[in-house]
């Protein structure tokens, strides 16, 4: 069965079932216009044959339609074996199933029979398999970018050009315990605190005064089952009293445009999970051993230490002392810069990071003639102020890596620039506009007032699709999902029936739907789920995501599946208030790598 296929039946089948209309409201003429039996019927229910009038109770007819054979799984893989029918909790036992042509004596079975048949057609129309080419060199598009008008390429350095390795993580979270510890003279217990290298997750907000690590979505609210004090989770109730009765949490009031306070701060990059780890040792400690302490001081000495390893040189030290361990990938690195080139493109690269470091690990990924490449090198830039200031000027640096004293009147080939900003960066280059495209992984560092204030093209670099992806292609993920909406559908469906047993059959598909929810959260990260959703809410960061970014990819490896001529479209998703017309697309995104051969010699 094709994914069309698939998508269609199943959206017909929930949009007949579950229309968002409670058949208690509509009009005499909406009944009569329903009662209808036409191929497409103009009732609100209207999306396959219609063959009664509408009704809380079940059709006449069940989908597939009158005349329609059931629908059968093609995809010659194998099929799910047959569950048992039943309500949950009675495994093994096949209850009776009451179908539209057989009424219930009562509210309770005529509800759990609803539940039945929405469950078997989930079950039986989701084809194993069906998203398992789902792949993690995809290139998402939230707005339509046509590579054909991009003639400039511009790239930050560490996570876009260069990858690096867990174990970097792992060195900057014990060095700045040590610190911790040595420098700030907190208590040596701490030090017992090992590196948990899969507990955080990128995009999540700390509120500084009270110590505890959330996933907010993007309407400020804090998703439930996701707030840690230290390493163990809070009580949803304990976290409603904290925030005054109300999960909501007012970012424009407690955080900046970045992200960065006064009473909470988003961890945006990716050197930022070293932090949040240290920060929840750190407050566990003191909590476990009932010491006061006072959570502000502690966020400022964690974040200071966590500095110190940039500042005084650790991080880059080790990188450059053993690069085939921390940096990844640097072959796909030096494939796409010379297919750039090989095309006619221009490139520049701007980052925060000094030259000596720079210079090494480009060496090491593509050569030692890797500033060929470049029409401009920018080091040590201190975005995103580069982006905002123009005040600094730009300095040159010596074939030593020592400053100049000479003023700048251009951007030249082979030189190596530092500090700057972008108002003269446009002056002397004239690269404006959707012909610059700029390739960064932090969000608000990277991204946002590239797209904001001067209109250039922007790629976000998300390693976590990698993982996200892999989650989103199991059979698991994909059927507990279906169910979810399905139930949640079916329970906005009949939410009507207000009598005792309804409201008991309603608390153990209340009950089933949270599971459910947290089972799914628990296959991308046990602690706070996926980076992009709480729940059926996009994430904050996501909405971030959303606005700040073009296009979106894994790795910069993502851009040799594609030609140079490509243009990349958003999917056109369903608004709440439309019909979901489209269900065809909601796997186009497995075909859109039409050039993954061209990996092969890579990969």
């Not at 907190?186 to 959330?214: V, W």
């Not at 020592?402 to 002397?428: M, P, T, V």
């Amino acid at each position: 069965m094709s994914l069309k296929t698939v998508g269609t039946a199943l959206t017909r089948t929930l949009w007949t079932r579950g229309s968002r209309t409670p058949p208690s409201v509509r009009s005499p003429r909406t009944n009569r216009l329903s009662s209808t039996c036409s191929k497409f019927g103009g009732g609100k229910q209207g999306h396959g044959k219609s063959c009664s009038a509408s009704s809380d109770r079940p059709p006449s007819c069940d989908v597939p339609s009158c005349n329609e054979a059931p629908l059968k799984c093609t995809t010659g893989e194998k099929k799910r074996p047959k569950e048992p029918v039943g309500a949950p909790g009675v495994s093994g036992v096949r209850r009776r199933s009451y179908t539209s042509n057989a009424a219930p004596v009562d509210q309770r079975s005529y509800l759990w029979a609803r539940y039945n048949d929405m469950k078997r057609v989930v079950h039986d129309l989701i084809p194993p398999g069906a998203c398992h080419l789902l792949n993690s060199s995809t290139i998402y598009a939230n707005n339509e970018v046509s590579l054909a008008e991009v003639d400039i390429y511009g790239f930050d350095y560490d996570y876009t050009l260069a990858l690096y390795s867990n174990a970097l993580n792992t060195a900057i979270y014990n060095t700045a315990k040590g610190f911790l510890i040595d420098h700030f003279k907190y208590p040596e217990g701490i030090g017992k605190y090992d590196y948990i290298p899969n507990f955080a997750a990128r995009g999540l907000h700390y509120d500084i005064e009270k110590g505890l690590l959330m996933k907010i979505d993007a309407f400020h609210y804090i998703q439930t089952g996701t707030v840690y004090r230290g390493l163990s989770p809070m009580p949803d109730e304990d976290v409603r009293q904290l925030y005054g009765g109300t999960y909501h949490v007012p970012l424009p009031q407690d955080s900046g445009f970045y992200g960065k306070g006064p009473r909470v701060k988003q961890f945006m990059d990716i050197f930022s999970i070293p932090e949040m780890t240290l920060l929840a040792a750190a407050n566990d400690y003191f909590v476990t051993n009932d010491i006061e302490y006072d959570p502000v001081n502690l966020f400022k000495d964690v974040s200071e230490a966590i500095g110190m390893v940039h500042l005084k040189g650790f991080m880059y030290k080790w990188v450059m002392e053993d690069l085939n361990k921390f940096i990844l990938r640097g072959e796909e690195t030096d494939a796409v810069l010379h297919r750039l080139v090989s095309n006619g493109k221009k490139l520049f690269l701007i980052t925060n990071s000094p030259f000596s470091f720079v210079d090494k690990g480009m060496t090491h990924m593509v050569g030692k003639d890797w500033r060929d490449f470049f029409d401009v090198v920018i080091v040590q830039a201190d975005k995103p102020h580069f982006f905002t200031d123009c005040i600094k000027p730009f300095r040159r640096l010596d074939g030593n890596g020592d400053l100049r004293w000479e003023k700048i009147n251009s951007l030249d080939k082979g030189q190596i620039y530092k500090q700057g900003n972008l108002f003269d960066f446009l002056r002397l280059t004239g690269w404006r506009g959707s012909k610059v495209l700029y390739f960064g992984d932090h969000l608000y560092s990277d991204l946002a007032d590239l797209m904001l204030r001067h209109g250039w093209r922007t790629a976000a670099i998300v390693p976590e699709l990698e993982h996200e992806t892999k989650v989103v292609s199991t059979d698991q993920y994909a059927l507990n999902l279906t169910w979810l909406q399905a139930l949640t559908g079916l329970m906005e469906r009949m939410q009507i029936h207000r009598d005792e047993e309804s409201k008991e059959v309603f608390q153990e598909w209340q009950k089933e739907r949270e599971e459910l929810k947290v089972m799914t959260k628990n296959l991308f990260n046990p602690q706070f789920g996926s980076i992009f959703r709480t729940s059926h809410n996009p994430t904050y960061f996501s909405r971030r995501l959303s606005r700040f970014s073009d296009v979106y990819m894994a790795s910069l490896s993502c851009l040799l599946n594609y030609d140079l001529s490509y243009t990349f479209y958003p999917r056109r998703t369903p608004l709440q208030h439309e019909a979901p017309l489209w269900m065809d697309q909601l796997c186009t995104g497995c075909l859109k790598t039409p050039f993954l051969e061209e990996m092969s010699h890579i990969r």
